[in-house]
């Protein structure tokens, strides 16, 4: 069973940077397309952010296009979510999530296959 940890988070004030990253083991992280999600608290969890297996296509919510960026290393099992000028409606729980899939190009935010237990970003001053 695919593992994901989470790591990256932590308090930023509103303007500044954190890069989070999605690490994975027992399986390449290869096989699968990826996707970065957010719970805010009393908010349902969204989808923020997902990458294909070969990082081609990439896909951002309205709320983080511009200052989001998605990548990943296969070589390093690793997706990362670099979060430029951070505002304090960025505050959340943000997890990673995996879809095994056959399609190189393809990413999306349902049917995901396995989940981390998640990092908290706080923006305030």
């Known amino acids: 069973q695919l593992q994901l940890v989470e790591s990256g988070g932590g308090l930023v004030q509103p303007g500044g940077s954190l890069r989070l990253s999605c690490a994975a083991s027992?399986?390449?992280?290869?096989?699968?397309?990826i996707g970065w999600f957010r719970q805010a608290p009393g908010k349902e969890r969204e989808g923020v952010s997902c990458?294909?297996?070969?990082?081609?296509?990439?896909n951002y919510t309205d709320s983080v296009k511009g200052r989001f960026t998605i990548s990943r290393d296969n070589a390093k099992n690793t997706v990362y979510l670099q979060m430029n000028s951070l505002k304090p409606e960025d505050t959340a729980v943000y997890y990673c999530?995996?879809?095994?899939?056959?399609?190189?190009?393809?990413?999306?935010?349902?049917?995901?296959?396995?989940w981390g237990k998640g990092t908290l970003v706080t923006v305030s001053s």
């Open positions: 999530a995996a879809k095994r899939t056959v399609n190189y190009d393809l990413c999306r935010y349902y049917g995901m296959d396995y």
């Open positions: 027992r399986f390449p992280l290869d096989y699968y397309a």
């Open positions: 990458i294909s297996r070969s990082g081609g296509t990439t």
